[in-house]
Structures are given as structure tokens and as C-alpha cells.
């Protein structure tokens, strides 16, 4: 479905970014549609105090800090725990960017139409800091490509890019899983797996 939305950047040398781990897989599926390059953008959510899965916000690689003001305003979550939390999201980010750059060197991204995607969003706050890495890059075109995500957010990302492509914008929604006949947990070998397949082909196409 997002492929047929893009269709028209086939051939156009672009480079889609998932976000692991749905988002890879989402990626891989959109990159083959449009005959684009592969890579993984790498950030990660800052969970809540006694609430690791609601994200309070992300931070990227080089170590920018991305916010949900409203949500930690709401919740009352001081300095001090938001530069803890970082602190550990940071840690595992740099062994994951090890890990994944041990397979697949990293795309340039400079000039280039770079498409950023997931398996959908909720709060966007991985996703709104895997936009800024992308951006620091000065690629020639910024798009964000998303199967489902509520309206506000969608709305909120969209100030962030350069087109917005979302398929599905509802106005309930709960959670990206309920959008999904199947959602299951994808694997840090299926992660592996898929960067080795990109890595192969980018060293066919250089031969």
C-alpha cells in the first residue's frame, strides 16, 4: 500500500529508513516497490517512570533529545529522571549502531529523497527523532511514510518533513497493534537478516 502511494519515486535513487525493529521490515517491503535504497535509522524511546512502554519522548544517535511536553507535564517527571533515562537509551543505542554498522555500512543521505518509516506511531516520539537524525543530513527531500497513526500526531509530524504519507489517520485510536491482523514481535535476527540481504545487494550493484 505505502509503495503504491510512492510509486512515483521509483528509480529517483532514494533511500528508505525503518526503525527497528517493525519498521525495518516495513521498510524492506517499501524499498523493493520503489527500487530504493535500504538502511536502518537508529533512535529510541524514553519511557515513563513505571511505564516503560509510554514513550515521554526519543532520542537520537548523537544524542538529541526529543520531548512529549504535554505528557510530562501530565505525569510530573523531573530533570533528573529524563537525563537518567536518556542516559540508558543511549547506551543501548550505541551497541545497537554497532551492530547493525557491522553488516550494513551506512547510506549517504546527503542530496538524496529520504523516505523515514515504521510500522505505524502512537505518541510519534521514535519516529520525530529518527526525522531530526534524517534532517542533520541535508537530504534533498524529507517524507515520512506510515501505515497508521493517530490524527493529532500524524498532524504534529507532519511540521517535520517535507510530505507526510499516512494511510490510515483515525480518529479513535489505542493502539498501532489493533490496525494489524497479525503483530508480532520482529526478532533482532530478523533485524540481522534483512541488513545482511541489503548488504548483498548493494555489493551486487557495485560489481
Not at 502511494?5 to 523493493?32: C, D, F, K, M, N
Not at 501505515?147 to 480518529?171: F, H, K, S
Request: hydrophobic share 45%; aromatic share 4%.
Amino acid at each position: 500500500m505505502l509503495g503504491r502511494e510512492l510509486s512515483g519515486l521509483r528509480g529517483q535513487r532514494a533511500v528508505v529508513l525503518g526503525i527497528p525493529r517493525g519498521g525495518l521490515v516495513v521498510a524492506r517491503e517499501l524499498a523493493r516497490q520503489i527500487e530504493a535504497d535500504l538502511d536502518i535509522v537508529l533512535s529510541h524511546k524514553l519511557g515513563a517512570p513505571g511505564n516503560p512502554e509510554l514513550a515521554i519522548g526519543a532520542v537520537a544517535e548523537d544524542g538529541r533529545l526529543f520531548l512529549h511536553q504535554d505528557l510530562v507535564g501530565q505525569l510530573g517527571v523531573d530533570s533528573g529522571y529524563i537525563e537518567r533515562e536518556k542516559g540508558l537509551q543511549l547506551a543501548v543505542l550505541a551497541q545497537r549502531t554497532r551492530q547493525a554498522r557491522l553488516v550494513l555500512p551506512r547510506a549517504a543521505l546527503a542530496g538524496r529523497l529520504v523516505i523515514v518509516t515504521d510500522d505505524g506511531v502512537a505518541t510519534g516520539a521514535t519516529l520525530q527523532a529518527a526525522l531530526w537524525a534524517a534532517r542533520q543530513e541535508k537530504p534533498k527531500k524529507l517524507i515520512a511514510a506510515l501505515p497508521v497513526g493517530p490524527q493529532e500526531t500524524i498532524a504534529r509530524l507532519a511540521e517535520d518533513v517535507d510530505e507526510m504519507v499516512c494511510l490510515r489517520a483515525p480518529y479513535s485510536f489505542a493502539a498501532v497493534g489493533q490496525f494489524y491482523f497479525r503483530f508480532e514481535q520482529v526478532e533482532d535476527d530478523q533485524v540481522a537478516r534483512i541488513l545482511s540481504e541489503e548488504a548483498a545487494r548493494r555489493r551486487s550493484h557495485a560489481e
